[in-house]
């Protein structure tokens, strides 16, 4: 999968031997790995005093019990953000740098500020807050949990609106990934506007044999 830009450095973070107190934030993404669609990041700062049960690494629990959890914490949380970078910057910035400018959209989105952000996996995005990243901490830190719950279902969602638009391709049963099913679709119809042209599955198919571009489908 072809990137035009370099991969971004990671931020300096300042190292603490204790946590400041204040309000802490989790953040996660979903959809980084789809051939189609918006990568999503969210950012939650959760309510110690209204415990949520249940929660999880969105990729281990059912589609009902992330339904139900999303509800929750939109319900329970002191506050959240759901931000999403587009398939058109997933293109023109590559997938890293998308779903780190996801991330900084969705921090920036908080109705209150927190004193840290609490990233998964291994980087961090640009952010004008103490950050740090945890690899792993979907599973781990109750708010990550809680940010990769709503990023999914808020992301799942979309799909499913993308698969009224577009119901050739199945997007509302594979979500955008690159299922048997979705790349016999795209050999089948070629490829629409909401799938990312610079993923080699779908690269392949805008280019005839002879090396000419294919236009993308509109509707």
Known sequence: MPSKKSSPRKPEQKRLDWDPVGLMAGVDEAGRGPLAGPVVAAA?????????????DSKVLSPLQRDRLFDQICEKALCCSIAQASVEEIDELNIL????????RAVEGLRLRPVKVLVDGNRLPTIDVLAEAVVGGDAKIKS?????ILAKVHRDR????????????????????????????????G???H?????????????????????????
């Open 44 to 56: 939650v700062i959760l309510d110690d005093a209204r415990r949520i049960r249940g929660l999880a």
């Open 191 to 193: 490829a629409c506007r």
């Open 144 to 148: 990550i949990s809680a940010a990769s």
């Open 97 to 104: 740098h998308a779903t780190m400018l996801a991330m900084k």
């Open 158 to 189: 979309l799909c499913e609106t993308l698969h009224e638009e577009f119901p050739q391709y199945g997007f509302a049963s594979h979500k955008g990934y690159g299922t048997p099913e979705h790349l016999e679709a795209l050999r089948a119809h």
């Open 195 to 219: 799938h990312r042209k610079f993923f080699s599955p779908v690269a392949a198919t805008l280019v005839t044999e002879d090396g000419l571009a294919v236009s993308l489908t509109a509707a």
